[in-house]
Protein backbone atom coordinates (compact mmCIF):
# COMPACT_ATOMS: atom_id res chain seq x y z
CA UNK A 1 0.00 0.00 0.00
CA UNK A 2 1.56 3.32 -0.74
CA UNK A 3 -0.22 6.45 0.65
CA UNK A 4 0.17 9.96 -1.15
CA UNK A 5 0.34 13.30 0.24
CA UNK A 6 -0.10 16.94 -1.94
CA UNK A 7 0.39 20.14 -0.79
CA UNK A 8 0.95 23.57 -2.77
CA UNK A 9 -2.57 24.15 -4.01
CA UNK A 10 -4.33 27.35 -3.97
CA UNK A 11 -5.33 31.05 -5.68
CA UNK A 12 -3.71 32.10 -7.86
CA UNK A 13 -4.09 35.03 -10.69
CA UNK A 14 -4.23 34.20 -14.72
CA UNK A 15 -0.47 34.32 -15.69
CA UNK A 16 1.16 33.50 -12.59
CA UNK A 17 3.14 29.88 -11.07
CA UNK A 18 2.08 27.53 -8.42
CA UNK A 19 4.21 24.69 -7.29
CA UNK A 20 2.43 20.96 -6.21
CA UNK A 21 3.71 18.91 -4.30
CA UNK A 22 3.44 14.88 -3.85
CA UNK A 23 5.46 12.56 -1.14
CA UNK A 24 4.69 9.31 -1.27
CA UNK A 25 5.39 6.56 1.36
CA UNK A 26 5.06 2.76 2.43
CA UNK A 27 5.39 0.14 -0.35
CA UNK A 28 6.71 1.72 -2.88
CA UNK A 29 8.48 -0.84 -6.03
CA UNK A 30 11.41 0.90 -7.60
CA UNK A 31 10.29 0.66 -11.23
CA UNK A 32 7.20 2.88 -10.59
CA UNK A 33 5.20 6.14 -12.60
CA UNK A 34 4.15 8.98 -10.97
CA UNK A 35 1.85 11.93 -12.27
CA UNK A 36 -0.95 14.29 -12.17
CA UNK A 37 -4.31 14.30 -12.72
CA UNK A 38 -6.83 17.14 -12.55
CA UNK A 39 -10.89 17.56 -12.47
CA UNK A 40 -12.67 20.48 -13.49
CA UNK A 41 -16.39 20.61 -11.99
CA UNK A 42 -18.16 18.84 -14.47
CA UNK A 43 -15.83 17.25 -16.30
CA UNK A 44 -14.23 13.87 -16.43
CA UNK A 45 -10.49 13.41 -14.33
CA UNK A 46 -7.65 13.90 -17.01
CA UNK A 47 -4.19 13.13 -16.95
CA UNK A 48 -1.69 16.41 -17.30
CA UNK A 49 1.94 14.80 -17.03
CA UNK A 50 3.49 11.68 -15.70
CA UNK A 51 7.32 10.82 -14.78
CA UNK A 52 8.84 7.23 -14.77
CA UNK A 53 11.37 6.56 -11.70
CA UNK A 54 13.59 6.54 -14.79
CA UNK A 55 12.75 10.10 -15.72
CA UNK A 56 10.78 10.05 -18.82
CA UNK A 57 8.07 12.63 -18.78
CA UNK A 58 4.94 13.01 -20.95
CA UNK A 59 2.43 15.90 -20.90
CA UNK A 60 -1.20 16.81 -21.90
CA UNK A 61 -1.01 18.88 -24.86
CA UNK A 62 -2.64 21.48 -23.23
CA UNK A 63 -0.29 22.14 -20.61
CA UNK A 64 3.07 20.98 -22.59
CA UNK A 65 5.70 24.49 -22.41
CA UNK A 66 3.67 25.60 -19.06
CA UNK A 67 3.82 22.54 -16.84
CA UNK A 68 7.11 21.02 -15.52
CA UNK A 69 6.80 17.61 -13.77
CA UNK A 70 10.25 16.31 -12.08
CA UNK A 71 10.74 14.27 -9.12
CA UNK A 72 13.19 13.54 -6.40
CA UNK A 73 13.47 9.32 -5.95
CA UNK A 74 15.43 9.87 -2.87
CA UNK A 75 12.20 11.61 -1.16
CA UNK A 76 9.56 9.77 -3.30
CA UNK A 77 8.37 13.22 -4.27
CA UNK A 78 7.27 14.07 -7.49
CA UNK A 79 6.66 18.23 -8.01
CA UNK A 80 4.08 19.95 -10.94
CA UNK A 81 5.38 23.30 -11.21
CA UNK A 82 3.01 25.20 -13.20
CA UNK A 83 3.53 28.48 -14.97
CA UNK A 84 1.50 30.71 -17.37
CA UNK A 85 -1.36 29.85 -15.11
CA UNK A 86 -4.99 30.26 -17.00
CA UNK A 87 -8.52 30.27 -15.78
CA UNK A 88 -8.68 26.59 -17.19
CA UNK A 89 -6.01 25.47 -15.15
CA UNK A 90 -8.29 25.67 -12.46
CA UNK A 91 -9.69 21.82 -11.25
CA UNK A 92 -8.84 19.64 -8.41
CA UNK A 93 -4.92 17.98 -9.16
CA UNK A 94 -4.37 14.44 -7.96
CA UNK A 95 -0.95 12.48 -7.43
CA UNK A 96 -1.22 9.16 -9.01
CA UNK A 97 1.09 6.64 -8.40
CA UNK A 98 1.50 3.19 -10.04
CA UNK A 99 4.07 0.50 -9.64
CA UNK A 100 5.90 -0.09 -13.36
CA UNK A 101 5.71 2.24 -16.58
CA UNK A 102 2.73 2.56 -18.77
CA UNK A 103 0.32 2.13 -15.69
CA UNK A 104 -0.35 5.84 -15.08
CA UNK A 105 -3.52 5.28 -17.81
CA UNK A 106 -5.23 2.96 -15.41
CA UNK A 107 -7.62 4.77 -13.27
CA UNK A 108 -8.00 1.45 -11.19
CA UNK A 109 -4.55 0.28 -10.99
CA UNK A 110 -1.97 1.96 -7.96
CA UNK A 111 -2.83 5.12 -5.36
CA UNK A 112 -4.29 8.48 -5.59
CA UNK A 113 -3.45 11.41 -3.08
CA UNK A 114 -6.87 13.03 -1.85
CA UNK A 115 -6.45 16.31 -4.04
CA UNK A 116 -5.48 19.90 -4.06
CA UNK A 117 -7.81 22.48 -5.56
CA UNK A 118 -5.89 25.07 -8.11
CA UNK A 119 -8.41 28.01 -8.89
CA UNK A 120 -6.75 30.37 -11.16
CA UNK A 121 -8.78 34.15 -11.20
CA UNK A 122 -8.45 37.37 -11.04
Known amino acids: QVQLVESGGGLVQPGGSLRLSCAASGSIFSINTMGWYRQAPGKERELVAGITSAGRTNYADSVKGRFTISRDNAKNTVYLQMSSLKSEDTAVYYC????????????????WGQGTQVTVSS
Open 96 to 111: KYCPGYGCLFRIDFGS
